[in-house]
């Protein structure tokens, strides 16, 4: 912390506040083209939003995540530092079980055919639906994914109404898919963000829609093994080190004071926080007042992930389950993804209302709907609820996002909600610092390093 103990320091260094997985991506994207980044972190843990925890003195998640084949950047950048993808997460073809309701699995066939003999094969489904469901896709498909103007404000639920799905594609197939993707109840969820993600994971090459599943924690998947790849090239990573302010004290400078009072001062800073965190941090930068009543604009929505310790025999006949018409959506066997026999996990993505329940009531609940799939269960030993009250931002039709670049040169953004195609989600964070990176080598002098 040398430059950050005394005065200032006259360096032409590149700081990068927010060590989740956008901050991470940018830092880990820089390092490669050889610029020594510094990273603040507030947060002893690296990781954000998707972080690891201890609970019940089980390391797990501050909540379940599924990535999916499409995931492209993630996944490269996790093997660029070292962090395997194909030993750190398990992947599956696509496949939506719900117990006694609906099977659908998708066979290793080239795209389209996967889909569409997926939903072919489905058990729990007419063949009228079946059919339905293929006319959707193809009509998508042959409309480029993309609503015409007069639809651009249309929720999912106006989508669905529009192509006469059925209410059981809609319980078991389109609105689980929705509110897992966008975060958002499908009344309030965006047609057109919908169908960017069914464009680029169901209609896409058969990989793309693969689930995968990660057998590390959060941490260990890609920031920390991240931070090693930056340090080992000259860069650091602060922990437990808030930046509190940010000045701009020439047209090509900007002053950072930690929380503690310690300053720096950089020639490029990338702003990889929270929407939320952002407001305090750009305070005395008049210049950014559009962005900061812009950001202000913007919702959330929760996730709630219930954590249920049980006797270790206690096994899920699949490693994801789905569940409609109850609380819980998605439950999952951690003792199949490298966590302990018997641990499992339950998701609550959106608001709903299970939101009105006590911790200790929903924990009930939600024992009870998985005894309604798992017979003869036994009583948990333990149980954990975490509400991540601000998980993601509600991803409405039409929803303005801030660019990367702001009005300040040398000052940019990064982080899930920045602009882009995607919903809220680690790809779009990696994306979204990767872009970052860019307008910092872009800008840089002499451009691209
Ligand atoms: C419970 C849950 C489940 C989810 N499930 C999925 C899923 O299944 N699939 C999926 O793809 N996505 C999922 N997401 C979304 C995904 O986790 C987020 O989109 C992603 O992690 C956001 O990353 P980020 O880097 O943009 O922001 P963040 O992760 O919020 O990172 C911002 C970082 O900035 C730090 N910070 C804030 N203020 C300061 C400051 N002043 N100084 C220094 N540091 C600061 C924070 O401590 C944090 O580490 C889920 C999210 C949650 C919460």
Request: aromatic share 6%; proline share 6%; charged share 20%.
């Amino acid at each position: 912390m040398d430059h950050l103990a005394g005065g200032l320091s006259s360096a032409a260094t590149v700081a990068i506040v927010g060590a989740g997985y956008a901050g991470m991506a940018a830092a880990t994207e820089l390092a490669a083209k050889g610029i020594a980044v510094t990273v603040f972190e507030r947060s002893r843990v690296l990781g954000g939003r998707a972080r690891a925890i201890e609970s019940n003195a089980v390391v797990v998640d501050n909540g379940q995540h599924i990535l999916i084949g499409a995931y492209r950047e993630t996944l490269r950048l996790m093997s660029r530092v070292g962090a395997d993808p194909q030993r750190m997460l398990l992947r599956l073809p696509l496949t939506l079980s719900y117990p006694g309701q609906l099977h659908l699995a998708a066979p290793r066939l080239p795209a389209p055919l996967h889909l569409a003999a997926g939903l072919l094969g489905a058990s729990g489904l007419g063949w009228s639906e079946k059919l339905a469901a293929i006319r959707f896709m193809r009509t998508l498909k042959s409309c480029g994914f993309r609503l015409t103007d007069a639809r651009r404000h249309d929720s999912v639920i106006a989508l669905l109404d529009a192509h006469r799905q059925s209410d059981r594609l809609r319980t078991y197939l389109w609105e689980p898919l929705c509110v897992a993707a966008l975060n958002t109840p499908p009344d309030a969820a965006s047609a057109q963000v919908f169908l960017n993600v069914l464009r680029d994971s169901l209609a896409a090459e058969r990989s793309a829609s693969d689930l995968l599943l990660p057998t590390v924690d959060l941490g260990a998947m890609f920031p920390v093994p991240a931070a090693g790849y930056v340090t080992a090239r000259g860069g650091r990573v602060l922990r437990d080190t808030a930046v509190g302010s940010i000045e701009r004290s020439n047209p090509d400078t900007y002053i950072l004071q930690t929380e503690d009072g310690r300053r720096s001062r950089h020639s490029q800073v990338i702003l990889a926080v929270a929407p939320y965190n952002l407001a305090p941090l750009i305070q005395n930068l008049p210049q950014l007042d559009a962005l900061r009543i812009s950001l202000a604009g913007l919702r959330y929505e929760p996730i709630v992930t219930c954590y249920v310790g049980y006797p270790r025999t206690v096994r899920l006949p699949a490693v994801m389950l789905g569940h409609a018409n109850g609380l819980m959506q998605w439950l999952f066997d951690r003792g199949r993804l490298g966590g302990p026999a018997g641990l499992l996990a339950a998701v609550i993505s959106a608001r709903g209302r299970h939101l009105d329940l006590s911790n200790g009531e929903l924990a009930g609940r939600i024992h009870e709907e998985i005894a309604g799939l798992v017979p003869g269960l036994a009583m948990p030993l333990w149980s954990q609820v975490i509400t991540e009250k601000r998980a993601t931002f509600s991803c409405i039709p039409n929803l303005l996002r801030p660019p990367t670049l702001t009005p300040l040169p040398g000052l940019l953004l990064a982080g899930d909600y920045v602009a882009g195609e995607y919903p809220a989600t680690l790809e779009s964070a990696v994306r979204s610092g990767l872009e970052a990176a860019a307008a910092v080598l872009d800008q840089s002098p002499g451009g691209q390093a």
